[in-house]
């Protein structure tokens, strides 16, 4: 299977490529982050006939288009699509400071993106009877204060996703993925990379006794762009542990 995933040169991103080229799929990286986008040629060589790192700003039609056609040179066919890049940094401070730079380029990178990577896309699914999984986030039903521009981004994708999967069935499957908490703390480029700094209590406060990691999410997106999952779409499956199933009260 040939599989793009933006944003995959470390966090989340990055251990679904490891997920994916350790089962001998096709991988396209496709990312901004020079330091760990040239991590990732260095960590995955063995796999280099699996493996194509691609510099793509999602936010840019041209890039997206550059991407997809490099993709196309390398590997021949398109059969799945994980939309995952995006400004992961929720907290902007109050809304009444917010730049509108700020504000427009979240949009652009962390719900934009992932339109344009589906236009470019959706051709090739057509003719492999590929799929999508969008990445969006938990933020997208529960808030902290101050960020309300990743808040209304990922919502944005949640609403995309059932959206296009309406428009595109039963051609191509389109689906959502909800992560909560996952420590990406050692999926990062060398320079920012640490062990997870987690304590009894950050495991303990989850229904499901632990944080969760990027195996996970893979676990569910492999499921999702397979042929089990061939009834499944426009779905958004929340994965938190149990997180936003729970009442929580000030002690």
């Not at 040629?41 to 890039?63: I, N």
């Not at 499957?173 to 990406?184: E, H």
């Not at 999702?224 to 061939?230: N, Q, T, V």
Request: charge should be negative; proline fraction near 4%; charged fraction near 20%.
């Amino acid at each position: 299977m040939n599989i793009l995933i933006t944003g995959g040169a470390q966090g989340i991103g990055k251990g679904l490529a490891d997920y994916f080229l350790g089962r001998e799929h096709n991988v396209v990286i496709a990312d901004v982050d020079e330091e760990a986008m040239a991590a990732c040629r260095e960590e995955y060589a063995k796999f280099d006939k699996q493996l194509l790192v691609q510099h793509c700003d999602t936010a840019s039609e041209a890039g997206v288009r550059n991407t997809v056609s490099a993709m196309g040179d390398q590997f021949g066919q398109i059969d799945a699509v994980i939309n995952n890049a995006a400004i992961a940094d929720p907290e902007t401070g109050p809304i009444e400071e917010l730049d509108l730079a700020q504000w427009e380029r979240r949009l652009q990178v962390n719900l934009t993106g992932y339109f344009l990577v589906a236009k470019h896309t959706i051709p090739a699914l057509r003719q492999s009877g590929g799929s999508i999984v969008n990445i969006a986030s938990t933020r997208a039903l529960q808030s902290e204060p101050h960020t309300e521009a990743y808040a209304a981004s990922k919502g944005g994708v949640v609403a995309f996703t059932h959206a296009l999967a309406v428009s595109l069935g039963p051609a191509i499957r389109v689906n959502c993925i909800s992560p909560g908490w996952i420590a990406t703390d050692d999926w990062q480029a060398p320079s920012r990379r640490q062990a997870p700094q987690l304590s009894e209590i950050d495991h303990h406060q989850h229904p499901a006794g632990r944080v969760g990691r990027p195996d996970d999410i893979a676990a569910m997106v492999d499921y999702l762009i397979s042929e089990a999952a061939g009834f499944v779409t426009g779905q958004n499956f929340i994965i938190d542990g149990g997180m936003t199933r729970k009442m929580m009260y000030a002690p």
